[in-house]
């Protein structure tokens, strides 16, 4: 630099009476405070420093169902269907909607009633298939919405939507959101995992639907594999020990910091902590995936595949150790509910490897003193249609369905022992109390102590939250 010129932050903080390196400094953050130490960073509380109300649920464990569970053999019990099966829907039910490719261009759309029986349970009187017993078994701690509707009619939107908020790929992911609003509460641990059931086909997920989208990089879920070591490159290669990694860092700190003196961006702070943060994880997540230390009878609980990694069974159990260790959003994926065809023959098999795996969890969380601030959803991206794809035969498939369907909530702050919203007599319309995505979004956030409106991002020139410009609290879903 030449002598008598100044740099641009020395400009500001000189003139104006210094206001404008305060507000350099107020644009900055405290992301970017080098002073703090890596732990305190970790461990920040947030964008917004606190919660805006006192908060019902910590922390969410999400069991989505990839491919649109079939409500209407599951969780709304239509007997009609049954009554009519192979006649022809009604025009007056459909209402005009669009139908997908794969069945809008059918000579015939037959009613086709559930091969399964139902029965209720409960203090609710919450009816459910005989594919879902184990769930059925905890219906005093559900709050069941019948209610659920979508705009999108595809899988990729469809999924995409209930994850960012957004049908379009690139918005911030729900648990990134939480972790840019609320922070972290384990210094050592990621405030948002993501657990995927191996070896499952159907829609493919892509990492779009756990991305920090245009918030900071450290908000990004963190993917863990079905193996010895859950995260890539967790260990040290041969011949590095701890203390050589730990001088290493240290070093790159140093570079890092130096990079941030003339180029004050953000995400070199956000590298130094994804750094940082891969440390601490060399211990912690070896110790929080280790199932050795588990009673025997916890583990039968989960059933057979729970000693499998990368089973819904297994994860289940691990969403559970990574909820006592404070981890803030734990996302778990179970593909291959897309039933065209074969539905009878699948859906028996895919409810058997989560139903008792799910009824599990929630009930080792209560035992555990866990549920009360723990919320657990479960749910697909749509429904399925109350007609036949195709000719009615004995292994039919149903269509996507995008204006009713099911999801279950348990713990958090929930109206345990209900069932929220109906739908008409044959499983097509909701005739009570619709509950659209974003009103789902407003109401989870709400359970965690924020206001949905109040949680804003400014990016290309505009202020966006997960709910957009839309949502309200759904106050009869909360306890």
């Given at each position: 630099?030449?002598?008598g010129?100044i ?5 500001l ?8 390196g305060?507000?350099l400094?107020e644009?900055l953050g ?30 969410i464990?999400?069991l989505?169902m990839?491919?649109?569970?079939s409500?209407?053999d ?7 269907l ?5 006649e022809?829907?009604?025009d007056s ?6 139908l997908?490719?794969?069945s ?12 399964f ?12 298939s005989?594919?879902?017993?184990h769930t059925?078994?905890?219906s ?9 509707f979508?705009e999108?009619?595809?899988h990729?939107p469809?999924?995409t939507?209930?994850q960012?908020g957004?049908?379009i790929?690139?918005?911030?992911s ?7 609003g ?6 050592n641990?990621?405030?948002f995992?993501v ?14 639907l756990?991305?920090?989208g245009?918030l900071p990089?450290k908000?990004?879920g963190?993917?863990f594999?079905?193996?010895?070591d859950?995260?890539?490159y967790?260990g040290?290669?041969e011949g590095?020990s701890?203390?050589?990694r ?10 890092h910091e130096?990079q ?7 995400e070199?702070?956000n ?18 995936s280790d199932f ?7 583990l039968?609980?989960?059933g057979?595949d ?5 089973t819904?069974?297994a994860?289940?159990l691990?969403a559970r150790r990574?909820a ?9 994926y179970?593909?291959?509910w ?5 539905l009878p ?6 409810c058997?490897?989560?139903d008792?795996?799910?009824?599990a969890l929630?009930?080792?969380l ?5 549920l009360?601030d723990?919320l657990?959803?479960w749910?697909?991206?749509?429904g399925?249609?109350n007609y036949?794809?195709?000719k009615i035969?004995p292994n ?12 279950w909530?348990a ?10 919203g ?9 005739v009570?109390d ?7 979004h407003?109401?989870l956030?709400h359970?965690l102590?924020i206001?949905h409106e109040?949680?804003t991002y400014?990016?290309q020139?505009r202020r966006y ?6 949502g309200?609290?759904?106050?009869g879903?909360v306890g």
């Amino acid at each position: 630099m030449n002598a008598g010129t100044i740099s641009r932050r020395q400009m500001l903080n000189r003139f104006g009476m210094g206001l404008g390196g305060i507000a350099l400094a107020e644009m900055l953050g405290k992301e970017q405070a080098f002073g703090a130490s890596s732990a305190t960073a970790a461990v920040d509380r947030g964008v917004l420093g606190g919660t805006h109300w006192a908060p019902k649920a910590k922390r969410i464990i999400y069991l989505f169902m990839s491919g649109g569970p079939s409500h209407l053999d599951l969780l709304d019990y239509k007997p009609l269907l049954n009554q009519r099966h192979g006649e022809q829907l009604p025009d007056s039910v459909r209402g005009g909607q669009r139908l997908t490719g794969m069945s809008g261009n059918q000579s015939s759309i037959p009613l086709v009633g559930s091969p399964f029986k139902f029965a209720q349970y409960g203090q609710s009187g919450a009816w459910f298939s005989d594919l879902l017993p184990h769930t059925a078994s905890i219906s005093d701690e559900l709050c069941v919405v019948r209610s659920m509707f979508t705009e999108s009619i595809n899988h990729g939107p469809g999924v995409t939507f209930f994850q960012t908020g957004s049908q379009i790929a690139g918005r911030p992911s729900m648990g990134s959101w939480l972790s840019y609003g609320l922070g972290q509460e384990n210094a050592n641990l990621p405030s948002f995992v993501v657990l995927i059931t191996k070896g499952k086909g159907g829609q493919p997920l892509g990492a779009h639907l756990w991305g920090s989208g245009f918030l900071p990089t450290k908000h990004q879920g963190v993917l863990f594999r079905a193996a010895k070591d859950p995260v890539l490159y967790l260990g040290n290669p041969e011949g590095v020990s701890a203390q050589s990694r730990r001088l290493m860092l240290d070093r790159l700190k140093d570079l890092h910091e130096h990079q941030f003196a003339g180029t004050p961006d953000s995400e070199i702070q956000n590298r130094i902590d994804h750094y940082e943060m891969a440390y601490r994880m060399q211990t912690s997540i070896p110790e929080v995936s280790d199932f050795a230390d588990e009673p025997q009878h916890i583990l039968d609980s989960y059933g057979p595949d729970v000693k499998t990694p990368g089973t819904f069974a297994a994860n289940c159990l691990l969403a559970r150790r990574l909820a006592e260790k404070d981890v803030r959003f734990i996302q778990l994926y179970h593909q291959d509910w897309d039933h065209h065809g074969g539905l009878p023959g699948s859906l028996p098999k895919l409810c058997k490897e989560t139903d008792q795996p799910a009824a599990a969890l929630v009930k080792d969380l209560k035992q555990r003193g866990l549920l009360d601030d723990t919320l657990v959803v479960w749910g697909g991206e749509f429904g399925r249609t109350n007609y036949c794809q195709g000719k009615i035969q004995p292994n039919f498939g149903r269509d996507h369905h995008p204006r009713c369907f099911s999801v279950w909530m348990a713990g958090g702050g929930v109206k345990a022992g209900s069932v929220y919203g109906e739908t008409c007599e044959f499983g097509y319309n909701v005739v009570k109390d619709g509950v659209h995505i974003h009103d789902f979004h407003a109401t989870l956030m709400h359970l965690l102590g924020i206001d949905h409106e109040r949680l804003t991002y400014k990016f290309q020139g505009r202020r966006y939250r997960l709910t957009d410009v839309h949502g309200h609290l759904v106050k009869g879903m909360v306890g």
